[in-house]
């Protein structure tokens, strides 16, 4: 299937590991070029080195050192990648990462970080690509939500309060730009073998001396398909969505959780 | 993207027209073989034509979705036909639209008989053949007004809240075959169910498609109707080895209409 992704341009705060830095790979597969940033320039450094000999091309790779919770740094990231490739089609925010805590243990200052980075830092790197998809009269959009947003637990607090926040703006923004033209969608992943659940795994066969299908158990029992997911099975699910193929999905979320999710409607 | 599907054998229902022969024709373009079935000898025979000119491995069969000896012969033929079952999409099924009062038990019956046992038996039959592959996917076409109710819509409300329920249900007890279970929901489609439907009642009748669309486009944010191919697109993904983490979800094709965010 031809994405048509060839020429366009992404960018992908967060990008430098994990589920973005997946993304990254599965859209310069497909001919698209892509803007990453990282709080760390050598994280930065990394991640482009990686990418840029995937691409077998440097003038498809764009890095950046900037924190998505600088107000400041957001807009000159999205300018500088604007300024590089002369575009801005896509925008996969995968920033952020999942916390644990409980009403007991959670201080509120980690929950304004929380806060910040995944939906304020969301808000303004949405904020600040429109100018440029407005122009192009063509946009798509995909947030990354973790699906603690629909599967709220005792011990997920922020990560639970985040996320709906985050799944809530999807959907009014997909309201608001559908006439001019750019798509917003979210994709709910969960069990997706990231680097974190790697070294939680890691941690788990050391800590119990048990082997990694013992170990990796724990995190997928709640699933129907019994397997942690890839990074790669995510990564197809958003270049669908930043699509050719998509032109009239948008305010939609599709759950990437080998069946976990329980509500039959989602 | 490959997608995985070359060789793959595919049965769409209610493949002779509109969203169902816009998948089958995508499966073509992947390069799988295709069964479709309808009810009607010419536009079942018009719609192999389509789909073996455009260089495709295709059959169709006669069979009525709502008799579960049909649906039976349906599969065994397919099997028959190409040696193996991998992909199934329950496509078959139209709109019931009316009020509660407008609507004799016996048409929601009907509906329900098409669209819900039908399936389940479509199901029933598949299942042994997506076994002996270890993989099998199961699609069903879930029409809006599963997530929409409304007045007018609620014999299509009732009988596609309960396909949803049957495509999730299923998915948890598949997972461990390693068969998909998932759903494509579809609004605001143009195909021929749209060529003479009225939206929003008598105010539009005898307008264009066109004219109407500015009337429920205040409710649609993407403002206009997609085409079936926007459907079939989102059917092959989800048959595709690329969408191999998803089971027991489905994608909205719909321009924004439905309202829910979990």
């Not at chain 1, 069990?191 to 724990?218: F, N, P, Q, W």
């Not at chain 2, 799988?32 to 495709?56: E, K, N």
Request: proline letters at 3%.
């Amino acid at each position: 299937m031809d994405l048509g992704l060839g020429g366009r341009v992404a960018i992908v705060p967060g990008g430098t590991r994990g589920l973005g830095k997946a993304v990254c790979r599965r859209l310069l597969q497909e001919g698209a070029a892509v803007a990453i940033c990282s709080r760390k320039q050598e994280h930065v450094d990394a991640a482009v080195a990686e990418l840029t000999a995937l691409a077998g091309d440097a003038g498809r790779v764009f890095g950046h050192v900037a924190d998505v919770t600088d107000p400041e740094a957001v807009p000159a990231f999205a300018s500088a990648a604007h300024q590089r490739f002369g575009r801005i089609d896509i925008l996969v925010f995968s920033a952020g990462t999942h916390r644990r805590a409980t009403v007991y243990d959670l201080k509120p200052e980690d929950l304004q970080h929380h806060l910040d980075e995944k939906v304020f830092g969301n808000f303004a790197m949405i904020r600040a690509v429109l100018p440029a998809m407005r122009a192009q009269k063509d946009g798509r959009i995909v947030n990354i939500v973790g699906q603690a947003a629909r599967h709220p637990h005792s011990d997920r607090l922020p990560s639970g309060t985040t996320n709906a926040a985050q799944a809530a703006m999807t959907k009014s923004l997909a309201d608001a730009l559908a006439r001019q033209n750019i798509r917003v969608n979210a994709v709910c992943p969960q069990y997706i073998e990231t680097e974190l659940a790697s070294t939680l795994i890691a941690k788990e066969m050391r800590d119990r001396g048990v082997d990694r299908e013992t170990a990796s158990a724990g995190f997928w029992r709640a699933n129907v398909l019994k397997r942690m997911g890839t990074l790669e099975e995510l990564a197809d699910t958003v270049a669908f969505l930043v699509s050719d193929r998509a032109t009239f999905i948008t305010g939609s979320t599709i759950s990437v959780d080998g069946g976990y999710h329980r509500y039959p409607f989602g | 993207m490959d997608l995985g599907l070359q060789e793959k054998v595919v049965l769409v229902t209610g493949g002779t027209s509109g969203i169902g022969l816009a998948i089958a024709q995508r499966f073509i373009g992947e390069g799988a073989a295709v069964a479709v079935c309808g009810r009607d000898r010419t536009r079942l025979d018009a719609a192999v034509r389509a789909l073996r000119d455009a260089g495709g491995n295709a059959e169709g069969f006669i069979a009525h979705v709502d008799r579960m000896a049909d649906v039976k012969s349906l599969v065994a033929s397919t099997v028959a036909r190409f040696g193996r079952l991998d992909i199934v999409v329950s496509n078959a099924g139209t709109h019931l639209k009316g009020s509660v009062e407008d609507l004799p038990v016996e048409r929601l019956e009907q509906h329900l008989r098409t669209k819900v046992l039908g399936v389940w038996e479509l199901a029933r039959q598949a299942l042994p053949h997506l076994r002996k592959q270890k993989s099998g996917r199961f699609i069903v076409i879930v029409g809006q007004a599963g997530k929409v109710p409304g007045a007018n819509v609620i014999a299509s409300a009732v009988t596609n809240a309960a396909q949803h329920a049957f495509v999730k249900s299923l998915s948890d007890y598949l997972g461990k075959d390693n068969i998909l279970v998932n759903a494509v929901c579809p609004s605001r489609i143009k195909s021929p169910l749209t060529d003479t439907l009225n939206l929003d009642g008598e105010r539009y009748l005898g307008l264009s498609l066109e004219h109407q669309e500015s009337g429920w486009g205040l409710k649609v944010p993407l403002g206009r109707f997609g085409e079936p191919d926007d459907i079939a697109s989102a059917v092959v993904f989800m048959a595709s080895e690329r969408a191999s983490f998803l089971t027991g979800t489905n994608i909205d094709v719909d321009g924004g209409y439905q309202r829910m965010i979990f």
